[in-house]
Every structure is written in C-alpha cells, then in structure tokens.
C-alpha cells in the first residue's frame, strides 16, 4: 500500500509546534540548521518511501524462517538495511566521534516515525540498536565502548535487549538467567529468554545482546539483576566477529503481527558475557535503553498511524457509495460520519506526533544544557509519548478498517496489517497501563511540579490568542484548569492502589490538554490550521469531563468483591 512520509507536517510540528528552534540555536547542535533539517528529513523520506515502504507487505506474507541455527530474513530486508546503512540513516544521532552525525534526538525521532510507517517490522531492528547505543555510552566500560560502539553505530552489528523469560515479564525481579565469573573478568550466561525481537538475522555481522541475569549469590527481586553484553560471535584480537559464542535462536514465535520481525526463544548455554555497571544495577541500566526505546515505540505507533490514516484517506476520496449530503464528489469522504473519523484520526496522528517530538526536544536540550528542568519535562512527557502515541496508532488503524467497511477485512487491501502490526505497541517495553503507572507514582514524586510548569506554558499560550481565537483558546484554558484540578487531587491521593486505578485515565487526560495546547499553536502560527484545531477542539477535548472524573474515581468499586473467574 502506498506511502508518503509526512515530510512537510514534521517540519512544521518541530518549527511551529515544540520549539525545535531552540534546539538548533545551542552551540551544542548547532549544525541543525534549518537546511540541515530540511535534507535530513527530505532525504530520509525518501528512502523511507522507495526502500522501505515496499517491504511492507512481504515482510506480513513471507516470513523470517529459521535454518541451521540462523534466522533467514523476508525477501529484500536485508538490502533495505544495508541501503540504511549505507546511507547513514541508522543511528544519525549518535555522537559523531563515534560514526554518528550527532544531530538532536528530535531528528532521529522523526526518521523513526517516517521509518515505521514505512515497514514497522524493520524499523524495530534499528530502534533495539539506537537504545543499545545510548546504554553503553552511559555505562559500558571505555574498553567495551572501545570495541562494540563503532560498528554498532556503524550499523555493522545490531543489537538486542534480553529481559523477559516465562515467568518474568513485568516483573523482570523473578528471572533466573545465571551469570558465572569465568575468572578473566568475563562471565559465563545460562538460561532462556523469550520475545527477544530481532535475536538473530541474516544481515548482521554480529548481533551484540544485552542480557538481565543473576550473579550467584545476589538478593532476591530487582536488586539481584545485572546487566552483561553477550555477542553472538566473540571479536577477536582485531575487535572483529571471531569464535561463535554459546548462544542461538532455539525458535521463532508465530505472532498476531510485525511477522517480518523475528522474534527469538533466545538460549545462553554457558555464554560469554561482560558484565555494563555495576553488579546490581541492571535494571538502572536497561531502563537507559528502554527510555531511549519508549520514545522510539510511541514513533512506531505514530508512524502506523499516519500509514492508517493515509489509506483511510486515500480510500475514502474515491469510493462512491450512496448520495452525501454536502459535497459533490459522491465519494464517503462527504459522508459526515466519515468525514469525523477521517478528521479525528488525522488531528490525533498531529497531536500523539507534537508530544512526542516535544519529548525528544527536551532530552536535545537537557543535553545541550544540562538543565534539569528540561530533564524533568522529558520524563513526565515519556509516558504520555509513548502510551498516546501507541494507542493512537491502534485506534487509527481500527478507524481504517472501518472507513474501508468490508474491504477493510480483506487482506488484500493491507489496512488490517495495521491493526495487527501496531498491538503489541501498547504492550511492550513497558505496557501502557504501566506508563500510566509511572506517570501518576515516580513522576509526580516531585508534588506534580513538572506537570504544573507545563501547565503554566499551556495557559500562557491560551492567554496570548484569546484576542485572536477565542473560540479555541478558552477552551484550551478551561482544560488546563480541568487537569490542574485533578492533578492536585493525585498528589493528594495517599492510597496509591486508588492513584494507579486512575492511572490510565489521568494519562490521557494529560495528552488530551496537550493536544489542545499544540492545535492552539499551530492555529496562531498558521490560518490554515485553524480547521483542524477546531476539530480537535470541538470534537476530541470535551473527553477530558469524563476522564476527569474516571481518574478521580480511583478503584472505586473495583475491590468490592472478590474476583471469581467462574461467575
């Protein structure tokens, strides 16, 4: 199915929309010119269209199969990733001491949605290695970083994240991998991990896996977890692939969708590891890679999103059914039902784009900085990124296959590879319940501050167009006020099981406020965007009275009775 990266529409989130300009004008990134950005984008949208978007049918109908011990991609991924490696287009933040281009994260960001709209299933083998690359900047050894940072970078190596086994999900303190001392400072890895994306691949010299496992004799739960890098092939005295390492893929899991992402039973029989950090410390490290990774997985649900809505758009201006009561094309798209899906879906894909974007603007200038207010509006915005921009990406895809009507359950016209792609976005790396989580307990530690900064910034901007767009800005305003309410009452909330039951609701609560905070700006930096703001406006803020009240409800009823499974 056809699809354009929308080139121009991030452009103007970045300008108009998060404050991306400022990014460009610290001498830390400074060559992020407005030329710079406009060919980085351009040219990745490019290959995004040509290389990758054609990828993504083949990947869903011929899937990685596993021979001998490797994994044998779909036809044409492995020439697509070279075409990325090639070209640059990996890892274009990473420093440029490294290999990268050391351009903001908020370029690198974009790349990733247009990447993911393009083929999600390739887009996750980049995305584990840019995570690995942040982890092992902050915690690797200079020797390791020395050795397995360049060609990763490169693109040369990929990488991978080991955490969950069968009765370790979530809790990732119940697992059992073991780590041995070999006595060299090396470690020797038993155990099995599953839903391991991309564990092997046919187009890698080197798989370079990060892995959670237990040293002996460490405690119990979380703080008994350490992190170790295991390759799949040992370098050798020239930092190149030498000796196969006591690793592979045991098998290869059948999955509701993303079928051209291998997803590997992973099995470490005695493996060689290096120990990243501490002892101890490897959930500290891993979250560095999983941060990295929930922001890239909210530009995957994003990327899908704007690939659904293209096809619900592009179908709905030419199929002609029944007589619409205004326009004069005939097609649905003048159906007014229609048309609410059409113009609600598009003003999310704008609104789960712009709080992410504003996230990875934040973590660009707590780098070029070293503020820690902007640290803090990372965090608070990293959840909401990525549980919006996820369940946004599944809902516009269910919206797609309605707009289709009955072509849309027929395979052939590729919208419900959308559906079934997108999923597991809301699951892993953290499901979106668990962001929600996060965002009322470890991110309103401090009282609420970061979110009542924000709401300072959303108010100021509802204040300074109220001369111009009435009809918008208070609106905006009122919301704001709305989840300033509600958040004090959260920080209030001493019982935190009745904090997290409203959890989810507060979430999008908070996403929903800033939706209408970036349609407002978009509005005043552009008339033609008026349209679509009202629409966001009129038609998707008024949630927030409902969510309001269900995050305020807490667990209200919800433990009243005992949960009998055979009622």
Not at 398 to 416: D, L, P, S
Not at 432 to 446: C, E, P
Not at 542 to 553: F, G, M, R, V, Y
Request: proline fraction near 5%; hydrophobic fraction near 45%.
């Amino acid at each position: 199915m056809p699809f354009t990266s929308p080139v121009a529409d991030i452009q103007f989130v970045l300008e108009h929309m998060v404050g991306f300009p400022a990014v460009a004008e610290t001498p830390h990134f400074a060559d992020a010119t407005p030329e710079m950005v406009a060919s980085v984008l351009e040219g990745a949208g490019k290959i995004c269209d040509e290389v990758l978007a054609p990828l993504n049918r083949v990947g869903d109908t011929e899937q990685p199969r596993l021979e001998n011990g490797v994994v044998v991609t779909s036809p044409g991924f492995a020439e697509a990733y070279h075409a990325l490696r090639e070209g640059g287009w990996l890892n274009i933040a990473a420093p440029s001491e490294l290999g990268g281009l050391g351009l903001p994260n908020a370029l690198n960001t974009a790349v990733n949605e247009m990447s993911s709209g393009a083929c999600l299933s390739l887009n996750l083998c980049i995305l584990l290695s840019q995570g690995q690359i942040e982890a092992l900047e902050a915690y690797a050894s200079d020797e390791i970083k020395a050795t397995y940072l360049p060609p990763v970078i490169a693109g040369d190596w990929t990488g991978t994240m080991n955490l969950t086994e069968p009765q370790a999900g979530t809790d990732v303190g119940a697992l059992r991998t073991k780590a041995e001392p070999n006595g060299d400072g090396s470690y020797a890895l038993t155990g099995q991990k599953i839903y391991i994306s991309w564990g092997d691949a046919d187009f890698a010299e080197n798989i370079v896996h990060l892995v959670l496992a237990r040293l002996p004799d460490a405690p119990a739960g979380t703080k008994g977890v350490s992190l170790f890098l295991v390759p799949k092939y040992l370098p050798d005295a020239d930092g190149k692939p030498g000796q196969r390492n006591g690793l592979a893929p045991l098998s290869l899991e059948h999955k509701l969708g993303l079928h051209g992402s291998p997803t590997c039973v992973m099995n470490y029989a005695g493996a060689t590891g290096w120990l990243i950090g501490e002892p101890g410390t490897g959930m500290r490290s891993m979250f560095k890679m999983m941060n990295n990774a929930r922001l890239g997985v909210a530009m995957q649900g994003i990327g899908v999103a704007e690939a659904a809505t293209q096809a619900a758009e592009a179908y709905a201006s030419e199929r002609v059914q029944g007589r619409p009561m205004r326009g004069t094309s005939g097609a649905i798209a003048d159906h007014a039902d229609v048309r609410r899906m059409l113009r609600t879906m598009r003003a999310d894909v704008i609104t789960a784009r712009a709080i992410a974007l504003d996230c990875a603007v934040a973590g660009d200038m707590m780098t070029a900085t070293g503020d820690p207010v902007w640290a803090s509006r990372a965090a608070l915005l990293t959840p909401i990124a990525k549980a919006f921009g996820t369940d946004t990406g599944i809902a516009c895809a269910n919206a797609a296959i309605q707009v289709h009507g009955g072509m849309g359950f027929i395979e052939e016209t590729g919208v419900a590879q959308y559906l079934r792609d997108v999923r597991v976005t809301a699951i892993y790396e953290g499901t979106n319940g668990v962001q929600a989580m996060d965002l009322v307990g470890r991110k309103m530690m401090d009282g609420g501050e970061a979110i009542f900064h924000l709401l300072e910034e959303i108010e100021a901007n509802a204040e300074a167009a109220r001369a111009t767009l009435p009809d918008l800005a208070e609106p905006v305003w009122q919301a704001s006020e709305t989840l300033r309410e509600v958040t004090e009452a959260m920080v209030a909330q001493t019982d935190m099981n009745a904090r997290f039951a409203g959890a989810v609701a507060f979430l999008k609560l908070c996403a929903r406020v800033l939706g209408g905070h970036y349609h407002l700006r978009a509005a005043r930096a552009d008339p033609k965007r008026i349209a679509m703001a009202t629409v966001y406006t009129k038609h998707l803020l008024p949630e927030i009275l409902t969510l309001a009240a269900q995050a305020l409800a807490g667990d209200a009823g919800l433990y009243d009775e005992d949960f009998d499974q055979t009622a």
